[in-house]
């Protein structure tokens, strides 16, 4: 088979598995109106927290024509009672960052995000995948722990020389832009890898995941590799996780064994 021939193939593979994200994402949203002092509508979405209950968001009209999109402080609060506090001024500027890389603000708790008719589609995106990032990125591996799983990633990368850039966003095939924790540039024969940590690791992250890989990695060089590092600390990976990425050419790296593919990051 010639390359052109592969090439095409890997196209249409691609493009079938965000056609099929896309309508499981479309055919698992329900919509519920709540009436109150401002009108809103209860999103319902097929995307898990970390609790696997599915996340909901809360739309209403702006006095502009357009919508404000918010989850009303649900993600903040729960992991506030769960014992993960954001004061310290480290975790204020990571939740900061996190949120500026899907152009999402925070008002008091809440996450939020305007959207007009036309960048709805976009905006409710953004606003998914933040409350999913701080949901991650703030989830502690158990109460006697004290630092953040990708701070541990960013130390390990550190320790061993990996040069990387944070906290990149790229656009995928579909027009959606999609936040990765670390990129490695490409450097002589080595190729650009994209690594994302995934503090708790389940069937939701790996969904995530993976359609940001798919819908990104028709945009980026064909040779472009991603990696997943995964938090074991505490819970075994769930064995269906490791085959959702390992289908989608995504390395699956739990942290017991993160030494293994220091070489390959280090370059």
């Known amino acids: 088979m010639t390359a052109t021939k592969k090439s095409s193939l890997l196209v249409k593979e691609l493009q079938g598995g965000i056609d099929d994200y896309f309508a499981w994402l479309r055919d698992r949203t329900t919509l519920k109106e709540i009436k109150g002092d401002k009108d809103y509508v209860e999103i319902t979405t097929p995307h898990l927290d970390r609790h696997n209950d599915c996340i909901q968001f809360y739309a209403r009209q702006d006095g502009a024509g ?6 009303d402080g649900a993600v903040i609060s729960d992991l506030e009672m ?3 506090k954001l004061t310290s001024p480290k975790r204020q500027e990571l939740l900061r960052l996190t949120l500026n890389g899907f152009g999402v603000e925070c008002d008091d708790k809440a996450l939020v995000v305007r959207a ?9 995106h953004d606003l998914i995948q933040a409350m999913l990032a701080v949901n991650d ?3 502690l591996a158990g109460p006697t ?16 020389e990996v040069r990387y850039v944070p906290r990149i966003r790229m656009t995928g095939q579909s027009g959606y832009d999609h936040t990765f924790d670390f990129v490695i540039a490409k450097f002589r024969d080595e190729p650009e890898r994209i690594v994302q940590a995934i503090s708790q690791p389940s069937k939701s992250t790996a969904e995530a995941l993976v359609f940001k890989w798919i819908d990104t990695r028709g945009a980026r060089d064909k040779n472009s590799q991603a990696y997943a590092v995964l938090n074991d600390q505490e819970h075994s990976v769930p064995e269906g996780v490791l085959e959702a990425l390992d289908s989608y050419n995504i390395h699956a790296v739990p942290w017991s064994v993160r030494a293994d593919v220091v070489e390959k990051l280090a370059v």
């Open 137 to 139: 990125m703030f989830a």
């Open 116 to 124: 007009t008719p036309q960048t709805f589609a976009r905006k409710k």
């Open 66 to 71: 357009g919508y404000v999109l918010t989850d």
């Open 82 to 84: 769960s014992g993960c």
């Open 145 to 160: 722990v004290n630092s953040l799983f990708i701070e541990d990633v960013s130390a390990w990368l550190e320790q061993n």
